[in-house]
């Protein structure tokens, strides 16, 4: 087999966090909002689905929707349980939506989302004014019985930008002033949207967000640009490469997003973003990604919100560098779709990878020997396309045993994968 060579340009699906705040502030805004290049994907879908259950008429996915809002407290009560997927983002973004209104709401899920953690959400929500059952533990079913909230400042435990989102559109639809503070920056799309829509919208340097809510919610027009988390997978593959470069215009590169970019390229990628736009406060390049000499890298717990989606891309990178990469601060990858600390490292061991796994984190010692097997993706998109981008290195030979579960986020994966390697 030739050593890895990669040619093409790559223009990714739309940003599958906007997507979802798009869809969500559109059906709240007064008026039609136009929303182009949505991310079309299960995730989407059930975000979409759910707020036609609530009462807006929000139309099929596609590349261009017009939706005609409801106004920020008009939707209705849902005739039955919201089932979400696999998508926590649903589940957590409208539980903050529904506790603001005055009916009952139901969110159920599959298998893997019903084990992820809700009482995180559920929490501030209460202390709001909500009151919110759970079926089992703390995951899915779950029942918000919305009404009239209190104003709150919630120090939040863990960077999450779904809880802030959650508390945030709570405090909108509520018309009631909130403010989130959190142990270290989070991924920031619902600021930077609401801010964008004329709502005010801060944050302090001690790592607060504060949302004073306006009476109504501005229609918008907005084109959602490439996913920077789906970018990733084709600038690990250059990075991977013997030769050749890959460009991924349009792609979505605020600072909240771009952590493995800037992890890759310390650790020698060569990585260029240029013709920088902005567009209803989201930041857009486009970024063009080749070889280098990888070694290996320490990533700190500060670094992670930034790239938390793209920490199994990374240690995949981090099989093929010189030293050991060490992640910690990452416990958060325990409760994604899949446990992705184990997922991760047992993978690795399982093509014949040296790696490591620990309660936050993971190390990996790179090599340049074949890597072969199976991958168990455990029905996890990130895990499936990371272990498919190293399968395409030089000497391996790795079968995925899940494919399909790219759909969540990425449907034409496997295709575009196709396009750039040469």
């Known amino acids: 087999m030739a050593p890895l060579t990669v040619a093409g340009t790559v223009r990714v699906p ?3 966090s906007i997507s979802h705040r798009a869809l969500i502030l559109a059906a709240l805004a007064d008026g039609e909002s136009v929303i182009r290049d949505v991310l079309v994907a299960e995730d989407t879908a059930s975000t979409a689905y759910a707020l036609r259950a609530l009462g807006n008429d929000a139309p099929p996915l596609g590349s261009e929707m017009r939706i005609h809002g409801t106004g920020v407290r008009d939707l209705r009560a849902p005739e039955s349980p919201l089932d979400c997927g696999n998508s926590g983002t649903t589940v957590r973004l409208l539980a903050g939506v529904v506790a603001g209104h005055p009916f009952s709401t139901t969110f159920t899920g599959d298998e893997s989302l019903s084990r992820r953690p809700m009482r995180r959400i559920a929490e501030p929500l209460t202390a709001m004014g909500a009151r919110i059952s759970f ?7 779950m029942t918000v019985q919305g009404g009239n909230l209190q ?3 919630w120090t939040s435990e863990v960077a999450s930008a779904q809880v802030k989102s959650a508390i945030l559109l709570a405090g909108l ?19 930077r949207m609401l801010r964008a829509l004329g709502m005010e919208v801060t944050r302090s340097r001690d790592g607060v967000t504060k949302l004073t809510p306006g009476a109504s ?3 918008f027009e907005l084109t959602v640009p490439g996913d920077a988390s789906s970018a990733a997978f084709f600038i690990a593959l250059a990075a991977l490469a013997a030769r050749g470069t890959v460009t991924l215009p349009g792609v979505c590169i605020d600072p909240a997003r771009t952590g493995f970019l800037r992890a890759v390229r310390r650790m020698g990628a060569k990585i260029r973003v240029s013709g920088k736009t902005e567009a209803t406060g989201e930041e857009i390049g486009t970024v063009s990604a080749g070889p280098g000499a990888l070694r290996a890298i320490s990533v700190k717990p500060g670094e992670i919100p930034a790239m938390i989606d793209e920490l199994p891309l990374l240690a995949c990178v981090a099989a093929r560098a010189e ?8 416990a958060e990858l325990r409760v994604k779709e899949s446990d992705r600390i184990a ?5 690795l061991r399982g093509l014949g990878a040296d790696a490591e796994a620990f309660d936050d984190g993971f190390a990996v010692r790179g090599s340049d020997k074949p890597l072969r097997g199976t991958v168990r993706t455990y029905g996890d998109h990130r895990i499936a396309m990371s272990f498919g981008v190293l399968g395409c290195g030089h000497g391996n030979e790795i079968r995925i045993d899940d494919r399909d579960c790219v759909a969540v986020s990425y449907p034409a994966f496997w295709a575009d994968l196709k396009k750039v390697v040469a």
């Open 14 to 16: 739309g940003d599958k």
């Open 135 to 141: 079926a089992k533990d703390d995951g899915l079913p």
């Open 151 to 153: 104003h709150i400042a």
């Open 173 to 191: 639809v509520a018309g009631v002033p909130v403010s989130v503070r959190e142990p270290r920056p989070s991924r920031d799309h619902t600021e």
């Open 217 to 219: 919610l501005d229609p």
């Open 323 to 330: 030293g050991e990469t060490v992640v910690r601060g990452a």
């Open 343 to 347: 997922a991760i490292v047992d993978n």
